[in-house]
């Protein structure tokens, strides 16, 4: 029974952590109408570790996300300015484990809001929340915790949530024109 759910949760993980490695400063932007950033408010107070998993500190997972999202969305430079508060809810850091049999992935969940500053309003009336796994690649592949250091994972992690916070922007794409 335990074997199926790792496996089960394995096999999850790994349909979740596709998202690409690039360089923001080729890539070209996705439509998100006339977004600019505003202000960029994460905490990590809330940030909850869940085990197995390395420890970090709050002020890790701010000035890392922080970082990776004013990578990603101060490439927008439209007219009208938008607000993003991200919190950090829970993580884990992958710990070192044996190769294949056990090899555990790093994880992160985060909440969004977006607010619009001229209406002074939230545009998603619920938080968002989004579960950001880490991204598939030769060094993650037998377990991140064996190849990567703490602040490699958390790099890897707050990228691929910078990501997927575009990705559910543009399919709220109709807040932004």
């Not at 993003?84 to 809810?89: I, N």
């Amino acid at each position: 029974m335990m074997y199926r759910l790792l496996m089960v949760l394995g096999l999850l993980a790994l349909a979740g952590c596709g998202a690409p490695k690039e360089d923001l400063a080729t890539r070209p932007l996705v439509d998100l109408g006339n977004f600019r950033m505003g202000h960029n408010i994460v905490v990590g107070e809330t940030a909850r570790q869940m085990p197995p998993s390395r420890g970090a500190t709050a002020e890790e997972w701010k000035t890392a996300l922080t970082a990776a999202m004013d990578d990603r969305f101060s490439r927008y430079d439209g007219e009208k300015l938008y607000h993003f508060g991200v919190s950090v809810d829970a993580y884990t850091l992958a710990i070192p484990g044996i190769p294949i049999v056990l090899s555990p992935k790093s994880a992160l969940v985060v909440s969004v809001t977006v607010w619009d500053n001229a209406t002074q309003t939230k545009l998603n009336e619920e938080v968002e929340q989004i579960v950001i796994f880490e991204s598939l690649s030769t060094k993650t592949v037998t377990g991140s915790g064996l190849t990567q250091s703490k602040e490699d994972q958390i790099e890897n992690l707050v990228k691929n949530a910078a990501f997927s916070i575009e990705k559910w922007m543009v399919q709220n794409n109709a807040w932004f024109q």
